[in-house]
T-cell receptor, first 112, second 112 residues
Framework: GAGVSQSPRYKVTKRGQDVALRCDPISGHVSLYWYRQALGQGPEFLTYFNYEAQQDKSGLPNDRFSAERPEGSISTLTIQRTEQRDSAMYRC??????????FGPGTRLTVL | AQSVTQPDIHITVSEGASLELRCNYSYGATPYLFWYVQSPGQGLQLLLKYFSGDTLVQGIKGFEAEFKRSQSSFNLRKPSVHWSDAAEYFCAVGYTGNQFYFGTGTSLTVIP
């Protein structure tokens, strides 16, 4: 596609449920990044992939968060046993060249 | 630790007036520097970037930014603001890894 797409755009879930957030990067982009953005804050790095390999997951807050990119294209960020503090905008970005990231519209997650 | 500071949480300017948004970073080496704009319901759009060379960089929508090594700053400027520039602006820095570090953002209001 023309840009990075994310789905769903909005997700409301109950505490304790699992959620899966999807990112479809720009075609041909090697690297894919996940960020979390709390209200009134800038995006905070979670993890990134080169092709299908997860290169850095140091930003994942705890083991309830995981991400995969099995075929080096679409990626899924999964949050297990969601908590209210997980409520945030989750942003995905992709890049072809190092240090030039293109962002998707984000998924707004609300945990009740 | 690396950090990015945007000291102005919110700025209001009149349409047609000039604009300067401040950004400071802390790091020993010269980072890669970016400005992104976020409009409501939209993803982060890259305005401009600095990697090396000329310290005054031109971006889209009439924006420019100047890298000042001595001040560890990368301030964003526009000579004449348009009503459509109202949005949230984020400064970001990238280092030798692939992580971006974002500031907390500056919200711009444009009054007629």
């Amino acid at each position: 596609g023309a840009g990075v797409s994310q789905s769903p755009r909005y997700k409301v879930t109950k505490r304790g449920q699992d959620v899966a957030l999807r990112c479809d990067p720009i075609s041909g982009h090697v690297s894919l990044y996940w960020y979390r953005q709390a209200l009134g804050q800038g995006p905070e790095f979670l993890t990134y992939f080169n092709y299908e390999a997860q290169q850095d997951k140091s930003g994942l807050p705890n083991d309830r968060f995981s991400a995969e990119r099995p075929e080096g294209s679409i990626s899924t960020l999964t949050i297990q046993r969601t908590e209210q503090r997980d409520s945030a905008m989750y942003r995905c970005a992709s890049s072809l060249r190092r240090h030039e990231q293109f962002f998707g519209p984000g998924t707004r997650l609300t945990v009740l | 630790a690396q950090s990015v500071t945007q000291p102005d949480i919110h700025i209001t300017v009149s349409e047609g007036a000039s604009l300067e948004l401040r950004c400071n970073y802390s790091y020993g080496a010269t980072p890669y520097l970016f400005w992104y704009v976020q409009s409501p319901g939209q993803g982060l759009q890259l305005l401009l970037k600095y990697f090396s060379g000329d310290t005054l960089v031109q971006g889209i929508k009439g924006f420019e930014a100047e890298f000042k090594r001595s001040q560890s700053s990368f301030n964003l400027r526009k000579p004449s603001v348009h009503w459509s520039d109202a949005a949230e602006y984020f400064c970001a820095v990238g280092y030798t890894g692939n992580q971006f570090y974002f500031g907390t953002g500056t919200s711009l209001t444009v009054i007629p």
